[in-house]
T-cell receptor, first 114, second 114 residues
Framework: DTEVTQTPKHLVMGMTNKKSLKCEQHMGHRAMYWYKQKAKKPPELMFVYSYEKLSINESVPSRFSPECPNSSLLNLHLHALQPEDSALYLC?????????????FGQGTRLTVV | AQSVTQPDIHITVSEGASLELRCNYSYGATPYLFWYVQSPGQGLQLLLKYFSGDTLVQGIKGFEAEFKRSQSSFNLRKPSVHWSDAAEYFCAVGARTGNNDMRFGAGTRLTVKP
Protein backbone atom coordinates (compact mmCIF):
# COMPACT_ATOMS: atom_id res chain seq x y z
CA ASP A 1 0.00 0.00 0.00
CA THR A 2 1.71 3.17 -1.20
CA GLU A 3 -1.24 5.48 -0.81
CA VAL A 4 -1.83 8.59 1.18
CA THR A 5 -5.56 9.08 1.56
CA GLN A 6 -7.08 12.49 2.18
CA THR A 7 -10.66 13.26 3.09
CA PRO A 8 -12.75 15.05 2.11
CA LYS A 9 -11.79 15.69 -1.52
CA HIS A 10 -13.74 18.95 -1.57
CA LEU A 11 -14.82 21.21 1.29
CA VAL A 12 -16.76 24.45 1.30
CA MET A 13 -16.90 26.26 4.61
CA GLY A 14 -17.98 29.61 5.96
CA MET A 15 -15.65 31.91 7.80
CA THR A 16 -17.23 31.04 11.15
CA ASN A 17 -17.19 27.29 10.66
CA LYS A 18 -14.92 24.70 12.24
CA LYS A 19 -13.87 21.81 10.05
CA SER A 20 -11.10 19.24 9.86
CA LEU A 21 -9.06 17.73 7.06
CA LYS A 22 -7.91 14.16 7.48
CA CYS A 23 -4.94 12.27 6.12
CA GLU A 24 -4.03 8.61 6.52
CA GLN A 25 -1.12 6.43 5.44
CA HIS A 26 -0.26 2.81 6.17
CA MET A 27 3.27 2.68 4.81
CA GLY A 28 4.88 2.90 8.23
CA HIS A 29 6.20 6.36 7.47
CA ARG A 30 7.24 8.40 10.49
CA ALA A 31 7.20 11.86 8.91
CA MET A 32 3.99 13.52 7.77
CA TYR A 33 3.43 16.90 6.18
CA TRP A 34 0.81 19.48 5.35
CA TYR A 35 1.31 21.63 2.28
CA LYS A 36 -0.87 24.45 0.95
CA GLN A 37 -1.05 25.03 -2.80
CA LYS A 38 -2.67 28.02 -4.44
CA ALA A 39 -3.62 27.92 -8.10
CA LYS A 40 -0.64 27.94 -10.47
CA LYS A 41 1.79 27.97 -7.53
CA PRO A 42 4.06 25.31 -6.01
CA PRO A 43 3.16 23.57 -2.76
CA GLU A 44 4.16 25.57 0.31
CA LEU A 45 5.19 23.71 3.41
CA MET A 46 2.97 24.36 6.43
CA PHE A 47 3.76 21.71 9.06
CA VAL A 48 5.97 18.68 9.52
CA TYR A 49 5.43 15.94 12.07
CA SER A 50 8.30 13.63 12.96
CA TYR A 51 7.50 10.61 15.12
CA GLU A 52 4.12 12.17 15.88
CA LYS A 53 5.68 15.37 17.19
CA LEU A 54 5.46 18.73 15.49
CA SER A 55 8.94 19.49 14.17
CA ILE A 56 8.33 22.32 11.70
CA ASN A 57 5.71 25.07 11.75
CA GLU A 58 6.30 27.51 8.91
CA SER A 59 4.76 30.46 10.79
CA VAL A 60 1.27 29.31 9.90
CA PRO A 61 -1.61 31.35 11.39
CA SER A 62 -3.23 29.80 14.46
CA ARG A 63 -6.53 29.36 12.62
CA PHE A 64 -4.79 26.25 11.24
CA SER A 65 -4.18 23.67 13.94
CA PRO A 66 -2.45 20.39 13.09
CA GLU A 67 -2.77 17.19 15.05
CA CYS A 68 -1.08 13.82 14.74
CA PRO A 69 -3.06 11.31 16.85
CA ASN A 70 -0.87 8.37 15.84
CA SER A 71 1.75 7.39 13.31
CA SER A 72 -0.82 6.76 10.57
CA LEU A 73 -3.08 9.77 10.94
CA LEU A 74 -2.69 13.49 10.45
CA ASN A 75 -5.41 16.06 10.87
CA LEU A 76 -5.64 19.74 10.10
CA HIS A 77 -8.25 21.59 12.13
CA LEU A 78 -9.63 24.73 10.57
CA HIS A 79 -11.35 27.58 12.38
CA ALA A 80 -12.27 31.12 11.42
CA LEU A 81 -10.63 30.90 8.02
CA GLN A 82 -10.47 33.71 5.51
CA PRO A 83 -11.37 33.56 1.81
CA GLU A 84 -7.66 33.80 0.96
CA ASP A 85 -7.16 30.45 2.68
CA SER A 86 -8.99 28.80 -0.20
CA ALA A 87 -6.50 26.41 -1.77
CA LEU A 88 -5.59 22.78 -2.37
CA TYR A 89 -4.30 21.25 0.86
CA LEU A 90 -1.93 18.39 0.32
CA CYS A 91 -0.83 15.80 2.83
CA UNK A 92 2.36 13.84 2.35
CA UNK A 93 4.41 11.27 4.20
CA UNK A 94 7.97 10.01 4.07
CA UNK A 95 9.82 7.20 5.70
CA UNK A 96 12.59 8.80 7.67
CA UNK A 97 12.11 11.96 9.73
CA UNK A 98 15.84 12.57 9.78
CA UNK A 99 16.25 13.13 6.08
CA UNK A 100 14.22 14.60 3.25
CA UNK A 101 13.69 11.34 1.46
CA UNK A 102 10.94 11.00 -1.08
CA UNK A 103 7.50 12.09 -0.04
CA UNK A 104 4.29 10.41 -1.11
CA PHE A 105 1.41 12.80 -1.65
CA GLY A 106 -2.31 12.43 -1.30
CA GLN A 107 -4.73 13.76 -3.89
CA GLY A 108 -5.48 16.79 -1.78
CA THR A 109 -8.52 18.52 -0.34
CA ARG A 110 -9.85 21.41 -2.39
CA LEU A 111 -10.93 23.96 0.22
CA THR A 112 -13.18 26.92 -0.56
CA VAL A 113 -13.85 29.49 2.15
CA VAL A 114 -16.95 31.60 1.57
CA ALA B 1 18.18 26.53 3.68
CA GLN B 2 17.88 24.78 0.38
CA SER B 3 16.08 26.35 -2.59
CA VAL B 4 15.16 25.50 -6.16
CA THR B 5 14.80 27.56 -9.31
CA GLN B 6 12.89 26.46 -12.38
CA PRO B 7 13.64 29.11 -15.00
CA ASP B 8 10.87 28.17 -17.43
CA ILE B 9 7.30 28.93 -16.36
CA HIS B 10 5.71 27.44 -19.46
CA ILE B 11 7.04 25.22 -22.24
CA THR B 12 5.23 24.04 -25.35
CA VAL B 13 6.49 21.09 -27.37
CA SER B 14 5.05 19.07 -30.20
CA GLU B 15 4.02 15.50 -29.60
CA GLY B 16 6.95 13.23 -30.39
CA ALA B 17 9.53 15.94 -29.82
CA SER B 18 12.17 15.76 -27.13
CA LEU B 19 11.80 17.62 -23.84
CA GLU B 20 14.14 19.16 -21.32
CA LEU B 21 12.94 20.96 -18.20
CA ARG B 22 15.51 22.90 -16.24
CA CYS B 23 16.11 22.90 -12.51
CA ASN B 24 18.82 24.61 -10.49
CA TYR B 25 19.26 24.17 -6.79
CA SER B 26 21.02 25.90 -3.95
CA TYR B 27 22.32 23.85 -1.05
CA GLY B 28 25.56 23.65 0.88
CA ALA B 29 26.16 20.00 0.19
CA THR B 30 24.79 17.34 -2.13
CA PRO B 31 21.05 17.44 -1.68
CA TYR B 32 18.29 15.01 -2.33
CA LEU B 33 16.65 15.98 -5.62
CA PHE B 34 13.24 15.08 -6.97
CA TRP B 35 10.98 15.66 -9.92
CA TYR B 36 7.23 15.51 -9.35
CA VAL B 37 4.39 15.80 -11.84
CA GLN B 38 0.94 17.18 -11.11
CA SER B 39 -2.14 16.99 -13.29
CA PRO B 40 -4.82 19.67 -12.73
CA GLY B 41 -6.55 19.34 -9.37
CA GLN B 42 -4.51 16.28 -8.44
CA GLY B 43 -1.78 15.43 -5.99
CA LEU B 44 1.88 15.12 -6.86
CA GLN B 45 3.39 11.99 -8.33
CA LEU B 46 7.09 11.26 -8.00
CA LEU B 47 8.79 10.83 -11.38
CA LEU B 48 12.32 10.21 -10.16
CA LYS B 49 14.80 11.01 -7.43
CA TYR B 50 18.54 11.43 -6.92
CA PHE B 51 20.16 10.51 -3.64
CA SER B 52 23.70 9.42 -4.59
CA GLY B 53 25.65 7.32 -7.07
CA ASP B 54 24.99 7.35 -10.79
CA THR B 55 24.24 10.93 -11.79
CA LEU B 56 21.85 9.86 -14.55
CA VAL B 57 18.66 8.58 -12.99
CA GLN B 58 15.78 6.87 -14.69
CA GLY B 59 12.20 7.41 -13.67
CA ILE B 60 8.71 6.41 -14.55
CA LYS B 61 6.92 7.22 -17.81
CA GLY B 62 10.19 7.31 -19.77
CA PHE B 63 11.67 10.31 -17.94
CA GLU B 64 15.28 10.68 -16.90
CA ALA B 65 17.26 13.38 -15.13
CA GLU B 66 20.93 14.18 -14.79
CA PHE B 67 22.57 15.58 -11.67
CA LYS B 68 25.40 17.97 -12.48
CA ARG B 69 27.16 19.12 -9.34
CA SER B 70 29.30 21.68 -11.17
CA GLN B 71 26.21 23.42 -12.52
CA SER B 72 23.97 22.81 -9.49
CA SER B 73 21.43 21.42 -11.91
CA PHE B 74 19.04 18.51 -12.14
CA ASN B 75 17.36 18.77 -15.53
CA LEU B 76 14.53 16.48 -16.55
CA ARG B 77 14.47 14.94 -20.02
CA LYS B 78 12.29 12.78 -22.17
CA PRO B 79 13.22 11.74 -25.72
CA SER B 80 9.68 11.69 -27.13
CA VAL B 81 6.78 13.51 -25.49
CA HIS B 82 3.26 12.10 -25.46
CA TRP B 83 0.09 14.18 -25.25
CA SER B 84 -0.57 12.66 -21.81
CA ASP B 85 2.62 14.29 -20.50
CA ALA B 86 0.92 17.68 -20.44
CA ALA B 87 0.97 18.70 -16.78
CA GLU B 88 2.80 20.82 -14.22
CA TYR B 89 6.29 19.66 -13.32
CA PHE B 90 7.97 20.51 -10.04
CA CYS B 91 11.58 20.11 -9.11
CA ALA B 92 12.20 19.73 -5.36
CA VAL B 93 15.21 19.67 -3.09
CA GLY B 94 15.53 18.10 0.32
CA ALA B 95 18.17 18.28 3.02
CA ARG B 96 20.22 15.22 3.87
CA THR B 97 20.17 15.77 7.59
CA GLY B 98 18.35 17.53 10.32
CA ASN B 99 14.93 18.21 8.93
CA ASN B 100 12.28 17.27 6.44
CA ASP B 101 11.57 20.58 4.77
CA MET B 102 11.51 19.59 1.14
CA ARG B 103 11.24 22.74 -0.98
CA PHE B 104 9.66 23.02 -4.39
CA GLY B 105 10.51 25.13 -7.38
CA ALA B 106 7.86 27.35 -8.94
CA GLY B 107 6.98 24.70 -11.47
CA THR B 108 7.00 24.42 -15.26
CA ARG B 109 3.75 23.97 -17.11
CA LEU B 110 4.12 21.68 -20.11
CA THR B 111 1.76 21.98 -23.07
CA VAL B 112 1.92 19.34 -25.78
CA LYS B 113 0.83 20.28 -29.30
CA PRO B 114 -0.67 17.58 -31.50
Amino acid sequence: DTEVTQTPKHLVMGMTNKKSLKCEQHMGHRAMYWYKQKAKKPPELMFVYSYEKLSINESVPSRFSPECPNSSLLNLHLHALQPEDSALYLCASSQDPGESTEAFFGQGTRLTVV
Amino acid sequence: AQSVTQPDIHITVSEGASLELRCNYSYGATPYLFWYVQSPGQGLQLLLKYFSGDTLVQGIKGFEAEFKRSQSSFNLRKPSVHWSDAAEYFCAVGARTGNNDMRFGAGTRLTVKP
